[in-house]
């Protein structure tokens, strides 16, 4: 007999989400994006340590929030993923009605916010004290939600109350209780986190978090969770404010990119290997395990 094939119901720009029936598998595969676009290169294990990755905090946080992990052995899959390339890199999860709004939150001034604070001193329309450094520690961390763009377009930044008008077109009853829940859950979620990953050796300068509803109602955590992918790290060490700092991510890729505009987003294999080892460096420090 052969077996059924499954064809992904959502395939992202890295991730393909399966749909099993009372379950769902999301796979996290090797590919690679930068500046929105798929590399040529297959980034080998990432998927794997990013599923991991996710498993670990997970599990961490269960005692603030439920989420949607089931499992990652393919042993509890249907019968189609017990094959290679989706082991190790698969996650099956309980099924959700996923919220419109994703939820950032931000310890650290870099990027867009310090693009933006340098500007007229805010960050998505939160203001913040005078005379901070590139990536500066903020005095507490600050929620910064953003609507879920369809593929090829861009998120866009919106206030908190904003995200109650969202959520309340969708939900009137209810929509500005999720919209409070998921902010609570979200500065909980990336205080108890950060903390621990500092103890690590990893300063979580940002990351963003995605919930759904399951089918009482309940507020889930969803999607991945503090990977390098959805969050960015730095090293502890050598950290020092005033300027960007170096981190476990894309980092070398978008350099590179950078640097090679006519490279056709090909990436030469020292890249590859070096942004491998970034990820699993960062996967080993957190969880205290070898890849």
Known sequence: MKIQEVKPVKEGKVREVYDAGDSMIIVATDRISAFDHILKNQITDKGAILTRMSKFWFDFTRDIVPNHMMSIEVEDMPEFFRQEKYDGNSMKCKKLTMLPIECIVRGYITGSGWASYKEN?????????????????????IYTPSTKADLGDHDENISFEQSVEVLKKIYPEKGEEYALKIKEYTLALYKKCAEYALSKGIIIADTKFEFGLDEAGNVVLGDEMLTPDSSRFWPLEGYEPGKSQP?????????????????????????????????????ELLTGKKF
């Open 121 to 141: 001193g805010t960050v998505c329309g939160i203001s913040l004290p005078e005379g901070l450094k590139e990536s500066d520690k903020l005095p507490e961390p």
């Open 247 to 283: 981190s476990f991510d894309k980092q070398f890729v978008r350099d590179w990119l950078k640097a090679n505009p006519d490279s056709d987003y090909l990436l030469p294999q020292e890249v590859v290997t070096k942004t491998v080892d970034k990820y699993k460096e960062a996967f």
